[in-house]
């Protein structure tokens, strides 16, 4: 199947599993008909998918993957004293690394905003349906909201990554307080943890709820910094610990950080 065709039938299978968009209007358009399809990728609830599906699903979004470029984390260059850590500017997911993190909602099932342009609508449109499903089998074992500075793990599916690592960070509604600060330096400890315990070497940082939950980006920085720098101090079995930033500002804010 070609590109197009792929698209298509994902399109058409899709509508008919939700019936209730089937009288939506199809554009015409490559960028256009890419936007339907991860639209209804992303308000598609965690239910099962076909074997075809699935195939053709994969297809696609390997040949996206090709399409968009990749940066292997092995040829990046570590910034400041600690040749372990690195800073890195693009989209997560065209990072190739034993994981990333993801900054998930207390639900942990993924953003179901149309296109929305947070990290965890991102991360879930570019793995494919199966990152729904598996988070939602965590949860549904579970059987509660996912606390904040608690990290979950699950394959990457689709991603360069092999894993994605899930936490949810604070949410800030008013002044920063301490309680915020630690909430968000435990975020990067979960998740540092759980990758020892996975034999994870490289993983990828987000800037954790720097955004729709409003932590302060210097502030935020800091602590992802400092947290890293303190728990790999202690720590001999990660080789790559990279902070992954997507604006200008952000970058500038962990360059200081970290050769300062």
């Not at 070609?2 to 009288?23: A, F, H, N, V």
């Not at 689709?158 to 509604?173: F, S």
């Amino acid at each position: 199947m070609t590109q197009e065709e792929r698209r298509e039938y994902l399109i058409e299978t899709l509508l008919k599993e939700m019936p209730q968009y089937r009288y939506m209007d199809i554009p015409g358009g490559e960028e256009a008909r890419w936007r339907v399809l991860r639209s209804l990728f992303n308000v598609r609830p965690p239910m099962p998918a076909g074997r075809d599906f699935l195939s053709v699903q994969d297809g696609y979004l390997s040949e996206e993957v090709r399409r968009r470029g990749m940066a292997d984390c092995r040829f990046l260059e570590h910034v400041g004293k600690d040749k372990r850590i690195f800073l890195w500017q693009g989209d997560i997911t065209c990072l190739k690394a034993d994981a990333i993190v993801n900054a998930a909602n207390s639900a942990l099932l993924g953003c179901f905003h149309p296109c929305h342009s947070c990290i965890d609508n991102i991360i879930h449109t570019y793995a494919g349906v199966q990152l729904r499903l598996a988070c939602n089998d965590i949860m549904q074992a579970q059987g509660h909201a996912e606390q904040s500075g608690r990290a979950k793990i699950t394959p990457g599916f689709n991603l360069p990554a092999k894993y994605v690592l899930h936490t949810v960070g604070p949410i800030i509604t008013g002044p920063l307080g301490s309680g915020d600060c630690d909430l968000l330096s435990r975020c990067y400890e979960s998740c540092l943890e759980l990758a020892v315990k996975h034999d994870i070497q490289s993983i990828a940082f987000c800037c954790i709820s720097t955004g729709v939950f409003h932590f302060p980006q210097e502030r935020a920085a800091e602590i992802a910094v400092e947290t890293v720098s303190r728990f790999l101090e202690h720590d001999s079995s990660l080789r790559q610990v990279i902070f992954n930033v997507f604006t200008d500002k952000d970058r500038e804010l962990y360059r200081e950080q970290l050769e300062g």
